[in-house]
């Protein structure tokens, strides 16, 4: 299900911008406007489900809509102690550490990595 407060685009990774989910007298109450090449705008409309046509029901559209993915950033931290035990923590990149860094436990900073990933509704 299309979250409509959210960006979209089409499966073909277009930008889509939406106008109103709800207009009158159709199967197709949402409108939306595809950015083409040239920098103009296309009027397309859309069912509630982001599909841009009933008449294919089994299988997907280049033309129908989703949700933009979410982007996360995460850095992946690894530890070591003095008996060699190993651990990870998984912060936000707000948080920063620096390798070498020892906290009152006795646990110091032995690597970290940073990693990228995106959650598609």
């Given at each position: 299900?299309i979250?409509?407060?959210?960006?979209?685009?089409?499966?073909?990774g277009?930008p889509v911008?939406?106008?109103c989910?709800?207009?009158?007298?159709t199967?197709f109450?949402?409108?939306?406007?595809?950015?083409?090449?040239?920098g103009?705008e296309?009027?397309?409309?859309y069912t509630q489900e982001?599909?841009v046509?009933t008449?294919v029901?089994d299988?997907?559209l280049?033309r129908d809509?989703?949700?933009?993915p979410?982007?996360?950033v995460?850095?992946?931290?690894?530890?070591r102690n003095k008996d060699?035990?190993i651990?990870?923590?998984?912060?936000?990149p707000?948080?920063t550490?620096?390798?070498?860094?020892?906290?009152?436990?006795?646990w110091?900073?032995?690597?970290k990595?940073?990693?990228e990933?995106?959650e598609?509704?």
């Open positions: 299900m979250d409509w407060t959210k960006p979209v685009r089409n499966r073909a277009t911008r939406i106008v989910t709800d207009r009158k007298g199967p109450p949402v409108v939306g406007l595809v950015q083409i090449s040239n103009k296309l009027i397309e409309t982001g599909r046509s008449l029901t299988g997907e280049a809509l989703v949700n933009v979410t982007k996360h995460r850095v992946v931290v690894w530890w060699c035990q651990r990870a923590d998984v912060l936000l707000s948080l550490c620096r390798v070498g860094y020892q906290d009152p436990d006795g110091t900073i032995i690597g990595q940073t990693i990933f995106e598609t509704p």
